[in-house]
């Protein structure tokens, strides 16, 4: 993976002292927070209902064990025993205390960690495919791309300030793992028929208020002119993204009105006058300087194996076992690049006993070291808040299931119904509705039996505290989002919506439920696909086979919502 430079290295340290600087002068009151604000953005840190707190970048999804002891020891030391995995890659400490952000920021520094740009009206972290490097179906390791814009985007003095935030994702697979069109920019890496690395560029995506798929606004773009294709689409989006309405300000909502043609062309057209100025002749990447990152993401030292099969990796197993064993293969365990190796899914979605991507301090550490053990040392976070290790020897996978088992990571679940992807909601989020985690808790309570959640095979749920869309609901094949109605948290249900290759955005299918008719409804729901699905057909074919109409009657079928509201009005007349 990436190591620091004397260049990274210096500009982490710098940033440490400065920001500490600026928290004493918060705490001493000569800085006023309207004027702290700002500055602590720009490191991650946040304001929520209870305490700060503090995003940590974890660029395109990449750690190594080292790394993960220290977030494990800031957990420990700094917070209440454990972080929360996102969706963004990033890992969040939801109980920091102010005067220490700048020790923690320090520890971060030592591992080659910092939370620039978690935050704030500029370029986030970059993710990418959790799989990067060792995906079976992979065209291109997009790796030493996103290190190349990590480092272009960092602390870019002419995008600090865009109208809004903004998000990448970048691709090399045949299937889509990062969420692509649901970005400000996708980027998908190819060989074309020359065997050249080429981009295919969408821009305009994304959740939230306005959920809408991005666009192709450039097909065959070279790879290595990528950072003044970017200043040009930037510049754009700088000059007439919308500062005057905060809704209206992502990029998102200038293609939707200037429309996809119209906005490529302007792009265009700022991307010739950067051609013709000799002052941005070197912003385009190198041969040398791709080769100088791709050096650290080189093939680690893998053995000579054969590839073995499921069917004798079990043998291996006591025959007690063989049955949850082969259960994990199944849902855990991916296909891997090279003979003789796997790469292998820990699951952060236990049934209802913590919030989905929470770890503790103890797994962590753990972790870390079956990583260092099984992985080569190096991890990977996942769009869906779970961990993986990437380079698994399959004749060890036995010994890491019963390793994982003893650390509560090792349900096999993933691609299931309890594999919910939450953000941390109203419990946190000064800027949540509603409480998203009792939700994820009370449905994965509700199906807590894995022979079901295997015979309903993939479904996606996904959870949100707000409008925000943090949780990603609107591409779950079953989104809830938290809403507010007169001081009362209510909950509205999102059907069909789907990420990857086919990815779609979900139909919201009525009026919004209480908090505590939601596990009835999202039975009600299952059970409609159980009843009308064809052989082999996942939720969400037999939802677009049927359209939303016999979901819609049976999530209303035993809603109290109606007779709820009837009992209001009653008691306003009569109180009046």
């Known amino acids: 993976m990436y190591k620091y430079d004397a260049i990274d290295q ?30 602590r953005l720009q490191n991650g840190l946040y304001h929520q209902r209870h305490a700060y707190m503090l995003r940590v970048a974890i660029p395109y999804g990449l750690l190594s064990a080292k790394q993960l002891r220290t977030l494990a020891l800031i957990a420990d030391k700094y917070d209440r025993g454990y972080g929360h995995f996102t969706t963004r890659q990033n890992i969040q400490y939801n109980w920091v205390e102010l005067d220490h952000t700048p020790d923690i920021l320090a520890e971060l520094a030592k591992v080659e960690m910092h939370a620039i740009q978690t935050s704030g009206n500029c370029i986030r972290n970059i993710t990418s495919d959790a799989f990067a490097g060792v995906a079976a179906d992979e065209y291109i390791d997009t790796r030493p791309v996103c290190e190349l814009l990590r480092q272009w985007s960092t602390l870019h003095p002419e995008f600090a300030h865009l109208p809004r935030k903004f998000k990448f994702a970048i691709n090399g697979s045949k299937e889509d793992r990062t969420v692509l069109l649901c970005h400000d920019v996708g980027i998908e890496l190819k060989k074309n028929a020359q065997g050249e690395l080429v981009v295919d560029l969408y821009a305009g995506g994304g959740m939230g208020r306005t959920p809408i798929l991005g666009s192709l606004i450039k097909q065959g773009l070279p790879w290595q002119v990528l950072p003044s294709y970017l200043t040009a689409l930037l510049r754009v989006y700088n000059r007439f993204g919308r500062r005057d309405n905060l809704y209206k300000a992502r990029i998102k909502i200038l293609v939707k009105a200037l429309g996809p043609e119209e906005f490529a062309r302007q792009v265009e057209g700022e991307w010739s006058q950067i051609h013709n100025e000799s002052i941005h002749n070197d912003d385009n990447f190198t041969q040398a300087e791709w080769d100088r990152v791709a050096q650290h993401f080189t093939k680690p030292d893998y053995k000579k194996l054969s590839a073995l099969s499921n069917e ?20 855990n365990v991916k296909p891997h690049q090279i003979a003789g190796y796997a790469s292998v899914i820990l699951s952060l979605k236990p049934h209802g006993t913590v919030a989905p991507g929470d770890a503790t301090t103890a797994q962590m550490k753990a972790i870390a070291d079956l990583s260092d053990q099984y992985s080569f040392g190096e991890l990977r976070v996942t769009h869906e808040q779970n961990l993986v290790l990437a380079d698994v020897e399959q004749s060890k996978l036995l010994e890491l299931w019963q390793a994982a088992k003893q650390q509560h990571v090792a349900l096999p679940n993933i691609g299931l119904l309890t594999d919910i992807i939450a953000c941390p909601g109203g419990d946190f989020c000064s800027l949540a509705n509603a ?25 996606s749920l996904n959870i949100s505290g707000c409008i925000n869309s943090c949780g990603h609901h609107h591409v779950g094949n079953i989104g809830v989002l938290g809403v507010d109605k007169d001081g009362e948290e209510w909950y509205q249900i999102t059907l069909g919506g789907e990420q990857g290759n ?3 955005i979900g ?11 939601i596990p009835d409804v999202i039975t009600n729901v299952i ?28 999530a209303y079928k035993n809603a109290k919502k109606k007779e709820r509201a009837e009992d209001k009005k009653e008691s306003a007349a009569s109180q009046s």
């Open 507 to 517: 139909k919201v299918i009525g009026p919004s439920f209480y908090a505590d008719e």
């Open 312 to 331: 004798s990796v079990i043998e291996g197993a006591p025959e007690s076992e063989r049955s949850a064993f082969a259960r994990w293969l199944e849902r």
């Open 502 to 504: 086919n990815a779609a």
């Open 10 to 39: 210096t500009l982490v340290d710098q940033r440490v002292a400065q920001f500490r600087d600026q928290v004493a002068r918060r705490l001493n009151g000569t800085l006023a927070e309207e004027e702290f604000r700002p500055l």
């Open 435 to 459: 409480k998203s985690l009792p939700i994820a808790k009370a449905i994965q309570e509700r199906f807590d039996n894995l022979d079901y959640l295997f015979d309903l095979g993939d479904i």
């Open 527 to 554: 059970n409609t696909y159980v009843e009308h699905r064809a052989d082999d057909e996942s939720f969400v074919e037999t939802y677009r086979r049927l359209g939303v109409t016999p979901f819609k009657e049976a």
